[in-house]
Nanobody, 122 residues
Framework: QVQLVESGGGLVQPGGSLRLSCVAS????????IGWFRQAPGKEREGVSC??????????YYADSVKGRFTISRDNAKNTVYLQMNSLKPEDTAVYYC?????????????WGQGTQVTVSS
């Protein structure tokens, strides 16, 4: 069964940190770019970060709103991608999704996870 499963969400105070994980099963992430997206209530889904495949040197991309605070990384041996989120703000509150692209480029995603809730609140 092909699936992506996110974990690591939760409730954290402003300024805190969380690390999200995205584990793939049923297929390999080796030659795929992986993106993280989020959707807050009443808002459209937005791209947060993406990491290209190793052929693309694992280049990373970030939305301006998270640059300097979030770090994306991948462990191909574990078929897992991570999103380290530091200095969290209330506006980071959303459901976070990971998605696998059809290729090593950060576009055209065909597999999506079910999402994990991140709530930043005091």
């Amino acid at each position: 069964q092909v699936q992506l499963v996110e974990s690591g969400g939760g409730l954290v105070q402003p300024g805190g940190s969380l690390r999200l994980s995205c584990v793939a099963s049923g297929f390999t992430l080796d030659y795929r770019a992986i993106g993280w997206f989020r959707q807050a209530p009443g808002k459209e889904r937005e791209g947060v970060s993406c990491i290209r495949d190793n052929v693309g040197t694992g280049s990373t991309y970030y939305a301006d709103s998270v640059k300097g605070r979030f770090t994306i990384s991948r462990d191909n041996a574990k078929n897992t991608v991570y999103l380290q989120m530091n200095s969290l703000k209330p506006e980071d509150t959303a459901v976070y999704y990971c998605a696998a692209a059809r290729s090593g480029w950060c576009t055209d995603y065909d597999y999506w996870g079910q999402g994990t809730q991140v709530t930043v609140s005091s």
